[in-house]
């Protein structure tokens, strides 16, 4: 995705407090943000029990959203992040060749929803026909009210778009400067209440699966680590099934959101690490073709794995 000159400067500006090279320097720099697996894998400190021995050690920055962590990520400036779906894929068409994937998590196509006032005249997705829609540029929103269109007989050229971060996208939206929002969890949880109302969850449209991405140096000169980093993950992984509600004190401390909300957010997804396969290269090759054809992206990337 083209970053604005402030963001991408933000994103190098934050890499640029992390070591600049781990392949001579033994640390690990994780790019996280704060409702995210990494975030656990920080909290329980898998990664520095199982690199302690080996005398290598692990570097975390917090990232305000997935662009931006893309951002250092394909610059090298970070070593493993994650984001959704749609985010390398934009990342990817804007500065191809700089991200590898490493694997997967299960689907979660409740997490996101395109949400409506409660009154709204607004009952079916064809509805959003000439309707101003607030979405965060890039995310993976972008990908679910595309294909949500797509299947009302709409394209996204047929709607009014406003590319807005969360914060400022639910302040328009309830003070009703907005139709609709297209919006993730915990964001989409917090923002239940008796004024709104779901219009469509992502369910039957897109899966919306989480993606572990690593930048292509360290890909190709680290793969000693790659066993180690997929273990602490799939170690966290297991670790928050079993813990939910220790997972939902956690994310509620971190984004500053209601616990109950939190563990709304949480009934929707599940945790489990997968590594790529040739089906979710496949997903994910389509996810691009689709992006291009609607002209918003440039190219299709291709999918880069460890395969």
């Known amino acids: 995705m083209n970053l604005t000159r402030r963001t991408a400067l ?11 090279s781990p392949r001579a320097a033994s640390v690990i720099r994780i790019g996280y943000q704060r409702y995210s697996t990494l975030i656990l894998t920080k909290h329980l400190g898998l990664l520095e029990k199982a690199l302690a021995s080996k005398g290598v050690t692990v570097s975390w920055a917090e990232f305000v959203a997935g662009p931006q962590l893309l951002q250092a990520l394909a610059a090298g400036a970070i070593d493993l992040g994650q984001t959704g779906d749609a985010p390398p894929v934009f990342a990817e068409a804007s500065q191809p060749g700089g991200l590898v994937y490493l694997g997967y998590e299960p689907p979660a196509p409740d997490a996101e929803a395109i949400l409506v006032l409660k009154d709204s005249a607004i009952q079916k997705v064809s509805d959003l026909k000439g309707k101003h829609v607030a979405l965060n540029r890039g995310s993976n929103v972008h990908w ?19 590319y807005l971060t969360p914060p400022a996208a639910r302040a328009a939206f309830e003070n009703g400067h907005l139709d609709a929002w297209a919006i993730w969890d915990p964001y989409l949880s917090s923002a239940l209440n008796d004024e709104t109302r779901i219009l469509t ?8 699966r989480e993606f572990f991405l690593l930048s292509k140096p360290f890909a190709e000169q680290r ?12 170690q966290t992984d297991v670790w928050a099934m079993a813990n939910k509600d220790a997972v939902a004190q956690i994310f509620a401390k971190e984004t500053g959101l209601a616990l109950d909300a939190v563990r709304h957010a949480l009934s929707t997804r599940h945790f489990g690490f997968h590594p790529m396969d040739s089906g979710m290269v496949a997903e994910q090759t389509h996810l691009a073709d689709s992006l291009q054809k609607a002209g918003l992206i440039p190219n299709a990337p291709a999918v880069s794995t460890l395969l």
């Open 223 to 234: 793969k000693d680590m790659i066993p180690v980093l997929s273990d602490a993950i799939a």
């Open 201 to 208: 969850t992502a369910e039957d449209i897109v899966p919306n």
């Open 144 to 162: 679910f009210l595309l294909e949500a269109l797509r299947k009302a007989g709409l394209s996204i050229h047929d709607i009014h778009v406003s």
């Open 10 to 20: 933000a994103a190098i500006g934050a890499a640029a407090l992390l070591p600049r």
